[in-house]
């Protein structure tokens, strides 16, 4: 019994002297239960994410302005500016639900809320978005609605409107006499009103029932062709998270190995025989970057034959799989030199490549995400090998499409590389 515990109390001592395997036992976990906790209470329940939507001012008018920043600080609506073809093109792209466009002469119909035709708005909506466009029309009701509020709690404004009503009344010349000393009277009544303490200090917004029959704004809504496909099953879209998963484990068994061969005493053995180190590091990426190209290849044959994915181009295909190969040789050359003991350098990869998966959507969707944990995803490759996968199998990607993240792997597989090689050499 004693020998047993004397090997525990020795095997717990070098794990407290392994800095880096201390680290990523104890500490790494609290981390990532703190992360988890952060990205989940940036999106609770009851804080929907705000749907992404363009605003297209094309009557330029004051009134206008102040419904588009009235529509801006609105928290269930994420708004940006544009053309009308720039947000044409961006809703085709699937970038956001909806573009709205405030049509010409929205300026005129704000100045006379009570007669007339209404303000218009033309909502430019993704077909597949249904529910979420209808949401954007009530959003677009409630802050046109909330602009009449507002009219009837500021007096300053409605003596504004008062003034300038009667304006229009003297210079109209199609009036008839009778009717304009009835508008002048009436006029002068609401003058009184407008003029009463009583009147003034009354709670203005106690009851919107009156407006029931009022229709703030006229909506028409336009279907936006949209230029994309969905995927034809789940596993179209599994399939590429699974692989991500293959070039997890390949590049962190990979980094172990050379801290493996470098303990057990094989990379001096090596240097011994006619070779250099560069040699060797060479033979190890090119080991690494076929085992990972032939396991994501070997489970998408498998996707193929027994799951029916079929990707929309096979050479796309192949150049996402060399691409996000060629990036995660460079993320395990990296790895390996982050300790100096197997326990340690497997820990530290591990930790490592799962942040990189939770940023990069290949555990939790990109859209649960608060928008700073989805900018910070940007830089992990796994989000880059996913859509070039994805661009590939179901997206349609054109092939100038796949350059960028293609690019971008290609870069990020350079750089790791060459990084991991001056800490081997330093």
Known sequence: MNAIINLALKDLRL????????????????????????????????????????VVDEDGSAESQAFVDSLI????????????????????????????????????????????????VEIGADPSRGPETAMVEGILMK???????????????????????????????NIPERLRSNLENLFASLEGVLSDESYLASDTTESEEGFSGFQPLTITR??????????????AISFPLGSMWALLAVSATFAVSIVHERTRGTLFRLLAAPMTIYHILAGKALACFTAATVVVAGLFCLGYFA?????????LLALAIVSSSIAFVGVMMLLSTLGKTEQSVGGASWGILIILSMFGGGMIPLFIMPGWMRTLGTVSPIKWAILAIEGAVWRQFSPLEMLRPCLILIAIGAGSFLAGVHRKLT
């Open 15 to 54: 794990l407290f002297r392994d800095r880096m395997g201390f680290f990523f036992t104890l500490v790494w976990p609290l981390g990532l239960a703190i992360l988890f906790g952060t990205m989940y209470g940036g999106n609770r329940a009851d804080q929907p994410r705000a749907v992404p939507v363009i």
């Open 73 to 120: 600080a609105a928290p269930e609506i994420e708004v940006s500016l544009a053309s009308r073809s720039e947000a044409i093109e961006r809703v085709r792209k699937a970038k956001a639900v909806a573009f709205i466009a405030l049509k010409q002469g929205f300026g005129e119909a704000s100045q006379n809320p009570f007669w007339g035709e209404p303000p218009a």
């Open 143 to 173: 802050y046109a609605s909330r602009r009449i509020q507002d009219f009837f709690t500021d007096q300053s404004a409605q003596r504004e409107e008062l003034e300038r009503a009667r304006k229009e009344l003297r210079t109209a010349e």
């Open 222 to 235: 336009s279907e936006i062709s949209i230029r994309r496909r969905g995927p034809s099953s789940a596993y």
């Open 307 to 315: 799951f029916g994915v079929v990707p929309n181009s096979i050479l």
